[in-house]
């Protein structure tokens, strides 16, 4: 099994800066793309970002030049840097991976955490 475990959630004030992490850890063989994505109230989930093993990214449109996601390989680490943080920020962000597990199956699953709340208000 392999878990995605979120950190570093919490309030700040507009304008401010915000950094979250994502470890991956369990049975796996290899780690493709990892991501971000996040849930507002009565909203769809939506891509932040996306990084992949070889590091190449891809932002949300409403995040582009504000955030930062990066990737320790040897970790199984993604993090999220956040700056000129908006009041449309507030969401639960997750932290996506796609994971090919130890053992025999399918090359290609798609895990989950279990989510950290960012909220940004003054």
């Known amino acids: 099994q392999v878990q995605l475990v979120e950190s570093g959630g919490g309030l700040v004030q507009p304008g401010g800066s915000l950094g979250l992490s994502c470890a991956a850890s369990?049975?796996?063989?290899?780690?493709?793309?990892m991501a971000w994505y996040r849930q507002a109230p009565g909203k769809q989930r939506e891509l932040v970002a996306t990084i992949t093993d070889s590091g190449s990214t891809l932002y949300g449109d409403s995040v582009k030049g504000r955030f930062t996601i990066s990737r320790d390989n040897a970790k199984n680490t993604i993090y999220l840097h956040m700056n000129s943080l908006k009041p449309e920020d507030t969401a639960v962000y997750y932290c996506?991976?796609?994971?090919?597990?130890?053992?025999?199956?399918?090359?290609?699953?798609?895990?989950w955490g279990q989510g950290t709340q960012v909220t940004v208000s003054s």
């Open positions: 996506n991976a796609d994971v090919r597990p130890t053992g025999w199956g399918p090359r290609h699953n798609d895990y």
């Open positions: 369990g049975s796996i063989f290899r780690i493709y793309a």
